[in-house]
């Protein structure tokens, strides 16, 4: 199979799945590495498709055309990440990034695109059995969220509950 005839093959998936796909799905399927697959992903968002990565796989991303973001800067210990994950989702956020202000490399983002419970426990057994490591560990717990949900509303119970609970700086 040629390359352009995989690259369709994936995008059509991707637009008819409303459940993320993880790339060693797609390698399977087209006997290919996984490797091959991400650079696939590449190749695809470089032509300007919405694909996401989320813990749980890629997605197109139409979540977000009708969601309005804020960003919150957040400063707590690794061990209180879980909670504020769960605090986020669970009030109706969905977690799309984290940033840090790196003294040498200056801002550092990562994608979370963390859009459900599933996401959020995904990412928290990452981090809890030592697979990952949290940006925010490199800045004393400082870290930046931008955080989407449909309404100002939900937004600002988010504020209030992570005020609350001590995780905004």
Same mark, same amino acid.
């Given at each position: 199979?040629k390359?352009? %005839? ?11 799945? &409303? !459940? ?7 390698? !399977?399927k087209?006997?290919?590495?996984? +490797? ?12 300007? %498709?919405?694909i996401? &990565?989320?813990?749980?796989g ?8 009708h ?12 061990e209180?990440?879980?909670?504020e ?7 109706g956020?969905?977690?799309l /990034?984290v940033?840090? /202000?790196?003294?040498?490399?200056? %801002? ?13 426990? +995904?990412f928290?057994?990452?981090?809890v059995?030592?697979e990952? &490591? ?6 004393e ?10 309404s ?10 992570l005020? !609350? ?5």
């Open positions: 199979m390359v352009e %005839e995989r690259l369709e093959k994936i995008l059509k998936t991707l637009k008819d799945s &409303s !459940e993320p796909i993880v790339a060693r799905e797609f390698a !399977e087209y006997q290919v590495s996984r +490797q091959v697959i991400v650079g696939d992903i590449a190749r695809l968002r470089a032509a300007g %498709e919405e996401v &990565s989320t813990p749980r890629y997605l197109i991303n139409t979540r977000l055309n969601q309005i973001t804020k960003k919150f800067i957040c400063k707590h210990t690794p209180e990440t879980i909670d994950i769960n605090t986020i989702v669970g009030l956020g969905e977690l /990034d940033a840090i /202000d790196h003294p040498v490399y200056g %801002e550092l983002t990562g994608a979370l695109n963390i859009f459900d419970q599933a996401d959020a426990d +995904q928290n057994q990452k981090v059995s030592g990952a &490591s949290l940006l925010s560990e490199l800045t717990g400082i870290h930046v969220h931008t955080i989407a949900a449909h100002m509303r939900v937004l600002e119970t988010i504020e209030e509950k005020k !609350e609970k001590g995780y905004l700086a």
